[in-house]
C-alpha cells in the first residue's frame, strides 16, 4: 500500500492525491486506496440515521424545497407563455409581427442576452450570500414581468424580456439546494425542485387554453404579468424559511454558524454532537483547503481557463451548450411554428397539444426525480441523447412525409414522436440540468461557476433563438436535422469527456479533476467501481457476521 503523508503537514485532500499517485507508480490499483477511506455509501447511511424526515427539520426542508421550487415555476411559467402567446393572433396583431422570423427571434433572444449579461453577477452570491442574490434575481424579474406586460409598444415589450433574462440569471436556486440538502436526498431533492419548472410551465399553459377565448389584449398581458407571481412568492418567504448555504458560512469563515445550520437542518433534533455535522464540516473544510484552482475575484472569470481547472471548463461549456441545444427549444419556444409545418394551424388546438406536452413532461420529470438516485448520471445523459436522436429522426420522417402527401396519419405520427421526446427528456436528462453542472465544481468555485454557466448556455440560447425563428421560416421541419447532427456530436463528446459523478460528495468529485496524471472520466469510473465493490463487500461482510 502507499505511504502516507504525515497529516500534520497536508490537508486530507493532499494525501488522497498523493496516494493515488504513489499507488500508479506502485502498481496498485486506484480501488486499493479508495476502499481504505470513508465511502460514500457510509456517509448516505449515516445522513440517513441522523434524519427523519417525519420531524420538524423534515418539515423545515419541504418548505425550503418549496421555495425554491417557486424559483424553478418561475422559469416555467415564462417557457409557457412565450411558447402559448405565439398562438395569440391579438399578440401578433398588437405589435406587428408573424409567428416566426426576426422579430420574434429578437423578442425570445433578449430573454437569452439578459440571461448572458447578468450571468457574472451570480458570482455576488459569493458577497451577499446564496440568499441574498436569489432574492434580488426574483426582484429583477417582478419589476421585468411588470415591464413587458403592461408594454405599450415593442421596445416595452423587448426591455421587460431583456430585464427578465438578467434577474433570471441571478437566481441561484440549483446551486442552493446542492448546498443545503441532507447528503442522503441530495439529488432527489434536487431532482424534485426541479419538476417545479413544469408545475409553473403547466399551470400557465392550462390557463392560456382559457385565456384562447378572450377577444382583447387582457389575452396576452395577462399571463405576461403572471410572470411576477412565483418570484413575487420567493421574495417574501426566502428570508422567512431559508438559511443561508453552510458552505457560503465556511466560505467566509462563519464556522460556527455553519456547524449550527448543518445540525438544524441535518439532524432531527438539531443535534450539534450527531455524527454527521462533523462530516459534512469536515468535507466542506477540506474542499476549500484542496482546492488547487486558486480563486482571485468574485468578478474574474480567468480562473476557468487556468490549466488547474481547465477540465471543468470544458465540460461546463460542453454541458451548457447541450441543455440549449438539444431541440427542445422547438418545443418550449417556437411550437407554434413548428405545429403550422404538419397542418395544425388554429390556436385551441395549438394551446391543447402545448398542454398535454407541458403535463406528459410533469409527469415523468417527477418519475426522473427517482431514477437520478438509481442510475449513474452518465448512463442518464448517454441514454438521453440516444432517445433524442431516434425520436428527432422519426420526427423528420413523419414530418418529410406530411409535407409530400398532406396526411392526417403522419401528422399525428409527428405529435406522437414529440411527446416521446418529451418523455425521454423530462426523465433521464431534466433532472441533470440542476445537478451535473453544480457537482463538477468545486466549493470555490461554485457561484462564479454557475455564472459562468449561465453566460455559456445565454450566448448558446441567443444563436438558438435566432437560429429556429429563422431556420423554420426558411426550410420548415428540416430544422430538425440541425438538431440530429449536434446531439450526435454530444453524445461522442459526452461518452469521452463527462466524468461520472453518481455516488460521489461533491468535494469527492475534486479530486477526480485535480489528480496529476488521471483523466477524469477513468478516473471517475474506477472510483465509483471501487466504491461499488466495496459496499458489496461490506453487504457481504454483514450478512457473513449476522450468520
Request: charge should be neutral; charged fraction near 15%.
Amino acid at each position: 500500500m502507499a505511504a502516507r503523508v504525515d497529516s500534520t503537514t497536508k490537508t486530507e485532500a493532499d494525501v488522497h492525491h498523493q496516494d493515488v499517485r504513489e499507488a500508479e507508480k506502485l502498481g496498485v490499483e486506484v480501488e486499493e486506496v479508495v476502499v481504505t477511506r470513508i465511502s460514500e455509501e457510509d456517509l448516505m447511511r449515516i445522513s440517513k440515521e441522523c434524519l427523519d424526515m417525519h420531524s420538524r427539520t423534515g418539515f423545515h426542508i419541504v418548505l425550503i424545497t418549496l421555495v425554491m421550487g417557486f424559483n424553478m415555476a418561475g422559469y416555467g411559467v415564462d417557457w409557457g407563455v412565450i411558447s402559448g402567446i405565439n398562438s395569440y393572433t391579438t399578440f401578433h396583431d398588437y405589435f406587428g409581427f408573424p409567428n416566426s422570423g426576426v422579430i420574434i427571434g429578437t423578442i425570445n433572444g433578449l430573454m437569452t442576452i439578459g440571461n448572458f449579461v447578468g450571468a457574472p453577477f451570480l458570482a455576488l452570491g459569493d458577497v451577499i450570500g446564496r440568499r441574498g442574490i436569489n432574492f434580488l434575481g426574483n426582484f429583477i424579474v417582478v419589476v421585468a414581468a411588470l415591464v413587458q406586460g403592461l408594454a405599450p409598444n415593442l421596445p416595452a415589450l423587448m426591455v421587460g424580456r431583456f430585464l427578465l433574462g438578467f434577474g433570471s440569471s441571478m437566481a441561484s436556486a440549483p446551486q442552493y439546494m446542492a448546498e443545503i440538502a441532507p447528503l442522503h436526498l441530495r439529488g432527489r431533492l434536487v431532482g424534485f425542485f426541479g419538476t417545479w419548472f413544469q408545475v409553473g410551465s403547466l399551470i400557465i399553459s392550462g390557463a392560456m387554453v382559457g385565456f384562447a377565448k378572450w377577444n382583447s389584449n387582457y389575452q396576452w398581458r395577462t399571463p405576461l404579468l403572471f410572470e411576477a407571481f412565483f418570484p413575487l412568492l420567493t421574495c417574501i418567504t426566502i428570508y422567512w424559511w431559508c438559511p443561508e448555504s453552510p458552505r457560503f458560512l465556511i466560505l467566509k469563515g462563519r464556522r460556527e454558524e455553519a456547524r449550527r445550520v448543518i445540525a438544524k437542518y441535518m439532524t432531527t433534533n438539531n443535534d450539534v454532537d450527531a455524527p454527521i455535522v462533523p462530516l459534512v464540516l469536515q468535507q466542506m473544510e477540506e474542499s476549500i483547503e484542496s482546492s488547487q484552482t486558486g480563486v482571485r475575484s468574485a468578478y474574474d472569470f480567468r480562473v476557468f481557463f487556468t490549466k488547474a481547472v481547465r477540465y471543468r471548463t470544458l465540460v461546463l461549456v460542453l454541458y451548457s451548450i447541450f441543455q440549449q441545444w438539444n431541440g427542445g427549444a422547438i418545443i418550449s419556444y417556437y411550437l407554434s411554428p413548428a405545429l403550422d409545418t404538419i397542418g395544425i394551424t388554429a390556436s385551441l388546438p395549438q394551446l391543447g397539444i402545448n398542454l398535454g406536452s407541458t403535463c406528459t413532461y410533469f409527469l415523468f420529470e417527477f418519475i426522473g426525480s427517482f431514477l437520478v438516485d438509481i442510475f449513474r448520471r452518465r448512463t442518464l445523459i448517454i441514454t438521453g441523447l440516444i432517445t433524442f436522436i431516434v425520436t428527432q429522426t422519426l420526427v423528420t420522417i413523419t414530418s418529410w412525409q406530411y409535407s409530400l402527401y398532406q396526411s392526417h396519419a403522419t401528422a399525428v405520427l409527428t405529435i406522437v414522436w414529440v411527446f416521446i421526446y418529451q418523455m425521454c427528456s423530462a426523465a433521464l436528462i431534466a433532472t441533470m440540468h440542476n445537478l451535473y453542472p453544480v457537482e463538477i465544481l468545486s466549493l470555490p468555485l461554485r457561484a462564479k461557476g454557475m455564472g459562468f454557466y449561465n453566460m455559456v448556455q445565454g450566448a448558446a440560447g441567443v444563436v438558438q433563438n435566432y437560429g429556429i425563428s429563422v431556420g423554420i421560416e426558411k426550410v420548415g421541419y428540416k430544422i430538425w436535422v440541425v438538431y440530429i447532427v449536434y446531439n450526435t456530436l454530444q453524445l461522442i463528446a459526452a461518452y469521452f469527456i463527462f466524468p461520472e459523478t453518481s455516488k460521489l460528495s461533491l468535494e469527492e468529485i475534486d479530486t477526480i479533476f485535480e489528480t496529476p496524471g488521471t483523466h477524469p472520466v477513468k478516473l471517475s469510473k474506477k472510483i465509483s467501481k471501487a466504491k461499488k465493490e466495496k459496499a458489496k463487500a461490506d453487504r457481504q461482510a454483514l450478512v457473513s457476521g449476522g450468520a
